[in-house]
């Protein structure tokens, strides 16, 4: 793989709108358990001395007091909603949240229109990751009266709902019902710097990186130091490959914010891509700190392979493929790395796996196809190269390949013709091949 290319993929991982160690500072509202008062606006009748002395402890978070009171009481009134809200409220805190489900499921059967209840049980279900079964139960808490818990309860029930839209969304209409969800929200509450963050993932998540960077700079003229505004803006610079811009960006960041581990990767990333050489020891140390961070390990692997070390770098590939499975690119840096300790026959195996898992990966079928050629199997470096060709044009290496392989099979004619084409693309750079083939092709020609 081109390296700019791999450093693209790497610093998406890093840096990018979906995931990872940048993402997770730079986007993602927290999902806590929502804290809402334990006063019911829509309890059908009032409560008992045990349920509000239980509600007393609530407030002080002196769980198994409430615990203690509810307990009974609900055996004895299982149909009572605020209880079981209560209850639920209690087995949240504690995190207990399969039971804190089935309480807030309960105390929604027996009042239905319980503010509380369904924005309580969407919030756990989105932290659990389960976006589907969250989504009816905040959209109900938003058409319903908050009461007491009041307006910002709703506005977070709103911003959850952005939360999912956003991170489900696959096309530009979910993008903008997360957008239109976030508007939402800031009816009922003021613009926080969690909102602005959204935004301006949301910005560049359809495609508008201008708005998306007034976002990002809105919040940082408020406060330089948000490590996730930095994060957001260093991201966009880096897609549109202004890496000097970007890395002007994360050093001025990391003075006020030293060793952010985010920031640091993404320095580190774009560093790499600018082909400098701090970028080897400022990996090795990330790497040292978060041994176990796959994106983290990949990049330094990369680096290493790139600086010549490729045992170092293929020590990590191997330690990755062990932890990630049979995944294709590994499969095929660690090939590249075989190569290039003189492992043919390893990486042959390596670079077949990878054709066999992903059979459009253009890296995996050149491999293929020139350790074929080095351990004489010419009918399979002819097989990749063919495969190759339909996803990336032929050069100078594949030209001379197909022209070797075809020659030990004494297919005279063809051989000759990409002798011809690999001496046309060569075209003085590669000296050693060129005199080969002008050799070959006076016998050929004869």
Request: charged letters at 25%.
């Amino acid at each position: 793989m081109h390296r700019f290319s791999f450093f693209i993929l790497l610093l998406a991982s890093v840096s990018g709108p979906a995931t990872a160690l940048a993402q997770e500072s730079s986007s993602n509202l927290p999902q806590q358990p929502v804290e809402v008062a334990p006063v019911q606006a829509s309890a059908p009748q009032l409560p008992s001395d045990e349920v509000l002395a239980a509600e007393v402890a609530i407030a002080a978070a002196d769980w198994k007091t409430a615990d203690a009171k509810l307990t009974p009481w609900l055996t004895a009134h299982p149909e009572d909603a605020r209880a079981l809200f209560d209850a639920g409220y209690v087995a949240d805190a504690e995190n207990h949240l399969d039971e804190a489900a089935g309480f807030y499921r309960h105390a929604i059967a027996q009042n239905p229109k319980s503010f509380e209840a369904h924005l309580s049980l969407g919030l756990l279900l989105a932290r659990e990751n389960r976006p589907d079964e969250a989504r009816p139960e905040l959209i109900e808490a938003t058409k319903l009266d908050p009461g007491e818990a009041g307006s910002v309860l709703k506005g977070r029930a709103w911003r959850a709902l952005a939360q999912i839209d956003r991170k489900n969304s696959d096309d530009e209409d979910s993008t903008t019902t997360a957008s239109d969800d976030l508007l939402e929200a800031l009816k009922y509450s003021p613009e926080t710097p969690e909102d602005t963050l959204l935004a301006a993932s949301l910005a560049d998540q359809a495609g508008q990186p201008e708005q998306a960077e007034a976002a990002y700079r809105r919040l940082l003229a408020k406060d330089p130091k948000s490590a996730a505004a930095n994060a957001g803006l260093a991201h966009l610079m880096i897609a549109s490959k202004k890496f000097d811009e970007a890395e002007k960006l994360l050093r001025a960041a990391l003075e006020q914010i030293p060793d952010d581990p985010a920031l640091t990767a993404q320095l580190a990333a774009v560093l790499a891509a600018e082909d400098k050489a701090e970028a080897l020891p400022l990996l090795q140390k990330l790497h040292a700190s978060h041994p176990d961070d796959a994106a983290m390990t990949r990049m330094l692997a990369e680096v290493l392979a790139e600086a010549g070390d490729s045992a170092g770098s293929d020590a990590l590939y191997v330690k990755l493929l062990a932890t990630a499975g049979d995944d294709p690119a590994l499969l095929v840096a660690h090939g590249q790395n075989l190569v290039r300790l003189g492992q043919i026959q390893q990486a042959f195996a390596a670079f077949d796996k990878a054709t066999k898992i992903d059979p459009a990966s253009a890296d995996g079928w050149s491999g293929l196809a020139f350790a074929a050629s080095r351990v004489n199997q010419p009918e399979v470096t002819i097989h990749a190269l063919t495969v190759r060709s339909k996803f990336v044009p032929e050069n100078a290496s594949t030209y001379f390949l197909w022209a070797t392989a075809y020659d030990a099979l004494h297919q005279k004619a063809q051989a000759a013709a990409y002798y011809h084409h690999f001496l046309d693309a060569s075209a003085g750079k590669y000296a050693n091949q060129e005199w080969q083939a002008k050799q070959r092709l006076l016998i050929l020609e004869k």
